[in-house]
Every structure is written in C-alpha cells, then in structure tokens.
C-alpha cells in the first residue's frame, strides 16, 4: 500500500522558518513528480511547489516563490519543503502528492497519491 506521511510541521512565528517533509513507501519514487499543496481554513486546497523526477525542474506558487525551496532525496524517497519568512498567511495543512505525470502539476487532479497532511500555524 503506498503511503506518504508528512512531518515538520508546528508553529512558528512570523519571519521563522519550517521544514516540512514526506516519506514515501510502496512507490517507485523516482518515476513521479512530487508536490506540495495546501489548505487553510474554509479555503480551497492551493498548489505550493512541485519537483520533476529528476529535480531538474522546480515550480513553485506565486505567494511562496522566493521564501520556499522544494528538494527531493531519490536514495531516501523522501520530499522536503523548505519554508522560510514565513508569514501569517501560510497557515494551512500541508499536503505532499505524489503524479505519476509530467503535465499540469500545479494541479491537483493530476495526483494519484496523497499523505494525510502536517499543520503549520504562523502567529505571534
């Protein structure tokens, strides 16, 4: 059964920083695009950032782009996101997925595989 489980999430202040990551199990890891999205409170689930299979080829939301760095581990099957000068506004539940796809992966319909999500709340 493959499973991605999120962790790293928590609270911080605002203009700290998080590294949220996903440990992926069961999956040929190398062969999908990872990405990241979110979701606040009576929002719709957004896009953050998505990595190509490779790593060559790195996307990243308009709001994060700057403050966040999305990497992967192929050896370790492992995604990382890397969150900095965090602001009030990135308070969400953050999801990783994983497409077994190249195309449109600033959407989330095209993922197969999700993990359960990690909470990052930024407040003072």
């Known amino acids: 059964q493959v499973q991605l489980v999120e962790s790293g999430g928590g609270l911080a202040q605002p203009g700290g920083s998080l590294r949220l990551s996903c440990a992926v199990s069961?999956?040929?890891?190398?062969?999908?695009?990872m990405g990241w999205f979110r979701q606040a409170p009576g929002k719709e689930r957004e896009f953050v950032a998505a990595?190509?299979?490779?790593?060559?080829?790195?996307l990243y939301a308009d709001s994060v782009k700057g403050r966040f760095t999305i990497s992967r581990d192929n050896a370790k099957n492992t995604v990382s996101l890397r969150l900095n000068s965090l602001k009030p506004e990135d308070t969400a539940v953050y999801y990783c997925?994983?497409?077994?796809?190249?195309?449109?992966?600033?959407?989330?319909?095209?993922?197969?595989?999700w993990g359960q999500g990690t909470q990052v709340t930024v407040s003072s």
């Open positions: 997925a994983a497409a077994n796809s190249i195309q449109a992966i600033s959407t989330d319909s095209s993922y197969d595989y």
């Open positions: 990595i190509s299979r490779s790593a060559v080829v790195k």
């Open positions: 069961e999956l040929t890891f190398s062969r999908y695009t």
